[in-house]
T-cell receptor, first 115, second 111 residues
């Protein structure tokens, strides 16, 4: 089955630690995205990538880093510089091309809590 | 700045009635607009896409309209059911290729 997989589902981070959230897709999608969602809030874009080895900052990139070494993978690192990282993190992907961009597929999310 | 605005107040409706949600946008010139459903603790799921040259799109009990002059999309759920209770998000691609979402509107359908 094709899809997009995030892991882990729950993650606990101590103060000052870096943690990495995994996102893998086997949909052969070009573009991948990371969003953050706080309780009762909408999705805020952290980073996005439209092609391998290239990515751009979204609206709230500070304290986060990403890489896109493979088309299938777009891991997100939450660094110690992110002062309030407790949130629900969502990864998405979609197919982009000359016919226009299509609907996004989302992973099941990672809930990160600082302890 | 670019904005996507949805009604932040929850929409409470009775089963069988039509729910109508609004998505307004500013400083976008979208070629298309998308609607998603999100259940608590889950990722959003795509529902419908409507292009700028389409006035209306339907899928089962869902209907979407798109008015590029008013910069507005309306999302209708007809003959609503308790299973339709969820948060509904609209989304646009901005001029840099970023997929941006509105904050969503929660719909609560009571029997």
């Amino acid at each position: 089955d094709g899809g997009i997989t995030q892991s882990p589902k729950y993650l606990f981070r101590k103060e000052g630690q870096n943690v990495t959230l995994s996102c893998e897709q086997n949909l052969n999608h070009d573009a991948m995205y990371w969003y953050r969602q706080d309780p009762g809030q909408g999705l805020r874009l952290i980073y996005y990538s439209q092609i391998v080895n290239d990515f751009q900052k979204g609206d709230i990139a500070e304290g986060y880093s990403v890489s896109r070494e493979k088309k299938e993978s777009f891991p997100l690192t939450v660094t110690s510089a992110q002062k309030n990282p407790t949130a629900f993190y969502l990864c998405a992907s979609n197919l982009q091309g000359a016919q226009g961009r299509t609907e996004a597929f989302f992973g099941q999310g990672t809930r990160l809590t600082v302890v | 700045s670019q904005k996507i605005e949805q009604n932040s107040e929850a929409l409470n409706i009775q089963e069988g009635k039509t729910a109508t949600l609004t998505c307004n946008y500013t400083n976008y010139s979208p070629a298309y607009l998308q609607w998603y459903r999100q259940d608590p603790g889950r990722g959003p799921v795509f529902l419908l896409l409507i292009r700028e040259n389409e006035k209306e799109k339907r899928k089962e009990r869902l209907k979407v309209t798109f008015d590029t002059t008013l910069k507005q999309s309306l999302f209708h759920i007809t003959a609503s059911q308790p299973a339709d209770s969820a948060t509904y998000l609209c989304a646009l691609v901005d001029s840099w290729g970023k997929l941006q979402f509105g904050a969503g509107t929660q719909v609560v359908v009571t029997p």
